[in-house]
């Protein structure tokens, strides 16, 4: 355990008497396992629901899910953070992964919890309000004394992530070397009307929708059903894993379900999800066979969409367009405002009237370390590969990259 005292001390001036006494005396505490993390449900619960940046990414219930089915052979590094009362006011599920390759040899990078498998977006740090700077000294001057690790990544924070920019400004007075960068997501900004929405979108694609729909109603029975029963779930997850396969084997890849540990994550979560009522897992019949399914999860205002299942043999059919259409409006009858296409920017997201926003990834390294001369490295390739694709033709640049593929293979 490592205590920190005057060195927290708040850089913004006086914000109350008893804040100002809990940032002066943090304490942090490692934790050996996700047991004991999870031991803490209460006051994990208590913090995301008096920090609204954080998302269902940070619950324990994604979280748990995650580590059961990817967590296997993984470094865990879970600190607890308290105040001079004993409250735990912060949590920073981590873990250690060696990195493969690199001329600096074999680092060892620190993630969140989530990350690394491209199941999870927006995760964050879990700190409660008010408690950001404080947390995020704490957290590296805790760092600092711990040599487990080479490189930090911080992947998909929200773009108002307060933590971010504590973070940011804590590692700027340290000197530390940082990188930050930006990766895209999109989201759709719903009406309280189902007409007011459409309204939004093009022509074009209203028509669509509503052709689709009438085209199915004319040629099959159709029914739009949703999971709601834990005795449902194993075969309606075996449905959108057969679904899902099925359309990306047809294109000569292995899809996302061929991992064992990813399927896992699904059951884990999505029976969690589904005792909170949280989970929104829809299913397209026609004439009783599925042919669609929209898997996603609800809290509070916001409808994350992760996956889908769509039979090839129903493409031309638009069975995801309308299954989509019957979700989003059920979902603007029942008072959700936003529909998380979660990350990309892709033209079929842009169509259902997604605006583009970022995800931020801010990794970082201590000073003078290879860790630190791993990041500007890195970032010094990025930039020039940034100033090729600027400067040259296509055709240059396919001769660049035969010498960098004909320099590898020696």
């Known amino acids: 355990m490592l205590t920190l005292s005057n060195s927290l001390r708040s850089s913004n001036g006086p914000v109350g008497t008893r804040e100002n ?4 005396h943090l304490r942090i505490r490692r934790l050996t396992s996700w047991r004991e993390l999870e031991s803490l449900r209460p006051v994990w619960e208590q913090i995301l629901q008096v920090t609204p940046g954080l998302t269902i990414f940070s619950t324990v219930e ?23 009362a004993g409250e735990v006011v912060g949590l920073a599920p981590l873990y250690i992964e ?3 390759g690199g001329t600096l040899g074999r680092l060892k990078r620190l993630l969140m919890v989530g990350d690394g498998t491209r199941d999870s977006d927006a995760l964050d740090l879990i700190f409660r309000s008010g408690y950001e700077e404080a947390c995020s000294r704490a957290l590296l001057a805790w760092l600092d004394s711990d040599r487990s690790w080479d490189v930090c990544e911080l992947n998909t924070l929200p773009e108002a992530s307060d933590n971010a920019r504590a973070l940011q400004s804590s590692l700027t007075k340290r000197h530390w070397v940082s990188v930050r960068s930006a990766r895209p997501h999109s989201v759709v900004l719903l009406p309280d009307s189902w007409d007011a929405y459409l309204r939004q979108l093009s022509k074009k694609f209203v028509y669509k929708i509503e052709r689709g729909t009438h085209k199915l109603a004319r040629r099959f029975t159709v029914r739009v059903v949703k999971c709601t029963e ?21 294109k000569g890849q292995s899809g996302t379900f061929a991992s064992i540990e990813r399927r896992e994550l699904y059951y884990q979560m999505s029976r969690a999800f589904l005792l909170r009522g949280w989970l929104e897992f829809w299913h397209l019949e026609l004439n009783g066979t599925t042919v669609a399914v929209q898997f996603g999860f609800r809290r509070d205002n916001t409808l994350y969409s992760l996956q889908e ?21 059920r979902m603007i009858e029942d008072g959700v405002s936003r529909y998380d296409f979660l990350g990309g920017i892709d033209p079929h997201k842009q169509l259902w009237g997604a605006t583009l926003g970022a995800y931020t990834d801010l990794h970082f390294a201590r000073p003078m370390s290879r860790g630190a001369a791993y990041l500007v490295t890195r970032q010094r390739l990025n930039d020039t590969k940034a100033w090729l694709r600027t400067h040259l033709s296509d055709s240059a640049l396919d001769v660049v990259r035969r010498m960098r593929r004909r320099t590898a293979a020696v």
């Open 309 to 329: 299942g769509l039979n090839p043999a129903h493409l031309s059919d638009w069975v995801g367009v309308v299954l989509r259409a019957h979700i989003l409006q």
């Open 230 to 250: 834990t005795s449902e779930l194993s075969a309606c997850l075996e449905t959108l894993f057969a679904l899902h396969q099925r359309r990306w084997n047809a």
């Open 98 to 100: 060696q990195m493969k």
């Open 62 to 84: 994604w979280l748990s899910a995650w580590w059961k089915a990817f967590g296997q052979g993984k470094q865990l590094i879970a600190l607890t953070f308290s105040d001079a």
């Open 21 to 24: 006494h809990d940032l002066e």
